[in-house]
């Protein structure tokens, strides 16, 4: 979280916007961060696999989309995806259910007594490097300056950026009724999640994909789910994407 800050939400809006990217042009942005930081920054996926600069998949197009753009650069910063779990197993697989099933815990997941309605996947969360790292600094994935020509207290806000791309898919599984949520991810950052009330649960073993991630699972009770400090972001974050997702089912 932000230092001295006594209203981190204020800040942010000053310089972010959040949207759902529900037009063509938005999904490309998406596909354009994505595509820098997983194939051009840290090499997860051949760049020759996308020579239009988009790093898509199958899931893209059934998946709700959040894009989170720097206003004086009119830079994309962030994105994250909820992959919606369309049909049961074995008819439709989640992401990580796909590439990842040995290393569920099964009977874990079976002890949930899951609605395979109200399930989802939160994948593809990207920040873009320029609102990362120094520069000549190396990658770092939710680092908090980059070399952009804004004030000090500006590049502040950046360590919120990760944050508020996580309070968006949150955001969006409230209005999706998709509140059980899967995420493959590293083992530093459901603890780094926890300071800000997002308490994520293991649900799998340690796999080598991407790097060391494991599975886990959060019960999205949005308004419990954030931290009290965090609950102005949420808020604001589900406003801005009310209207696009309502706009996306009419």
């Not at 800050?5 to 596909?31: G, I, M």
């Not at 120094?134 to 300056?145: H, I, L, Y």
């Not at 207290?153 to 968006?168: C, K």
């Amino acid at each position: 979280m932000l230092e001295d800050a006594s209203n981190p939400t204020d800040d942010f809006k000053k310089y972010f916007t959040v949207a759902f990217a529900d037009t063509e042009r938005l999904k490309q942005e998406v596909y354009g961060v994505r595509y820098r930081v997983y194939c051009e920054e840290f090499n997860y996926e051949a760049t020759d696999l996308f020579p239009e600069q988009q790093e898509k998949d199958e899931y893209d197009d059934i998946s709700m989309h959040c894009l989170i753009v720097h206003k004086a650069s009119g830079l994309s910063a962030a994105c994250v995806r909820l992959v919606p779990a369309s049909a049961p197993r074995p008819a439709f697989l989640l992401p990580l259910e796909k590439h990842c099933d040995e290393s569920l815990d099964h009977a874990f997941v079976q002890n949930l007594h899951l609605d395979r309605q109200k399930q989802c996947e939160l994948s593809r969360l990207a920040v873009d490097g320029r609102f990362r790292r120094r520069p000549g600094e190396k990658a770092s994935r939710f680092g908090s300056v980059v070399p952009l020509d804004v004030s000090e207290h500006e590049q502040r806000t950046f360590p919120l950026i990760a944050i508020s791309a996580f309070v968006a898919a949150i955001a969006l599984t409230d209005l999706s009724g998709r509140d059980r949520v899967f995420a493959m991810m590293e083992p530093f950052l459901p603890r780094l999640l926890t300071r800000s009330g997002i308490r994520f649960v293991r649900c799998g073993r340690d796999i080598d994909y991407h790097g060391t991630r494991a599975a886990y699972f959060l019960d999205a009770c949005a308004e419990a789910t954030v931290s009290d400090e965090l609950k102005p972001m949420y808020f604001w974050i589900k406003d801005q994407l009310k209207s696009g997702y309502g706009a996306s089912l009419a």
